[in-house]
């Protein structure tokens, strides 16, 4: 027993002196370790609140839309842009109002949001709707040189198909045949890559295949 007690008490006086060279070190650690734990909660919980309240506006936004009411959609589409840009709800927002403002024949509008969706949302794939959204607008504006650089950068391969369509178009216009029908050509490959991984839909998807070959035919050559 008393062999026992010796034993324990040499483990405390080593750990006593083990605690003076590294406690200081330990608490820091601990006292980091639980500030990194707070924050990520508080991080996570000011994220899903940001989200919750950037819903709401969005509902006004759809309200807007089902309403016609393009002032309502791009003020509701405005105020989430500018309050909670990091949510995929303002991106749909813009997406959203921009169409509306098209219809509108507030093209100046229209560009803004766009331009703030393709330079701004998070996702990637809103981004890519963006871009080729804005790029249509400043087709039907004539600027067809900075449509054809907004195109310029390959998109998400959902994309792929509809960037090279547009392209085609644009080219088509300029009276670059030869490059319009490479344009075309290419989203006719892009396409058919998706469809066949993703199994033949039919229906609409397949009369868009055949709109391709339309445009493509209709240029003539080889």
Known sequence: ???YDLEEQEQISELKTWWKMH???VTTVLLAVSAGVVGWQGWNWYQR???AEASVIYVAVQKAALERDAKGAREAAGALTEKYPRTAYAAMAALTSARMQFDAGDLKTARAQLQWVAEKSRDKDLRDLGRLRLAHVLFDDKALDEALTLLG???EPAFAARFAELKGDILA???KKADARAAYQAALVKY???DKAA???GGREAQYRDL???KLDSLGGK
Do not use: R, Y
Request: charged share 10%; net charge negative; glycine share 12%.
């Open 192 to 194: 058919d890559a998706i």
């Open 153 to 155: 950068e390959e998109p």
């Open 49 to 51: 609140n940001q989200t």
């Open 173 to 175: 216009v300029q009276g």
């Open 1 to 3: 027993m008393a062999t």
């Open 199 to 201: 199994g033949s839909q």
């Open 23 to 25: 406690g200081n070190l």
């Open 212 to 214: 391709l070959q339309v």
